[in-house]
Structures are given as structure tokens and as C-alpha cells.
């Protein structure tokens, strides 16, 4: 099955990098600062108002296919793994939510 479909990935792929081909990186250093700056850490997540909140602060909520998530995804890079696994399960949540 995935043979099938690798010509599609490769295709997808190019023109993904076609994409952004060109732009600066996304820095996530000072968003991630500021999620440390309230608190959150490995030993301390955010809730899911506060998940969402900083997830609209990072561009993720009007994310358009014209507007890459690339700082969303920097940001998740520079924190602690259970602080981005808070993230990342509010975004999906949102995501997913039929309303």
C-alpha cells in the first residue's frame, strides 16, 4: 500500500518545500519563554483554556493552509515534552470538535 501512494508523498513533500522555501526559520525561544515565564514546566502543565490560549497566541487558531503553522510547531520544539503533550492534545481536541 504505502508504494501506491509514494509517488503522492513525494509530490506533496515538493511542494510543501516549495513552500517555504526561502523563509526564515520560526523562532519558538520567546513563546517558549513566556509559557516558563507562567509557570509551566514538566512539572506543571497548562489546563485546557490556558493549552488553547497559548496555542491562539502561537497562530494556531486561524491556521489557513497559506499560513504554515511553523510557529506553532517551533514553539512545541522548546518546551518540556509533557507541556507540549498539553498542546498538542488541546489542538487536536479543538480540531476535532464537530461544533
Known amino acids: 500500500m504505502l508504494e501506491r501512494n509514494l509517488g503522492e ?3 506533496a513533500l515538493s511542494t510543501a518545500a ?6 526564515p526559520p520560526a523562532d519558538g525561544r520567546v513563546l ?6 507562567l509557570g509551566y ?4 502543565v497548562p489546563g485546557p483554556a490556558a493549552s488553547w490560549r497559548l496555542l491562539r497566541i502561537a497562530g494556531a487558531g486561524s491556521v489557513k493552509p497559506e ?3 511553523s510557529t506553532l510547531m517551533a514553539l512545541i520544539e ?11 492534545i488541546e489542538l ?3 480540531m476535532s470538535d464537530p461544533r
Do not use: K, N, T, Y
Open 32 to 37: 517558549a519563554g513566556a509559557v516558563r515565564a
Open 78 to 88: 522548546e518546551l518540556p515534552a509533557p507541556v507540549a503533550e498539553a498542546l498538542l
Open 18 to 23: 516549495d513552500a517555504v522555501r526561502g523563509r
Open 92 to 94: 487536536l481536541a479543538r
Open 9 to 11: 508523498f513525494r509530490r
Open 67 to 69: 499560513q504554515p503553522m
Open 41 to 44: 514546566s514538566a512539572d506543571r
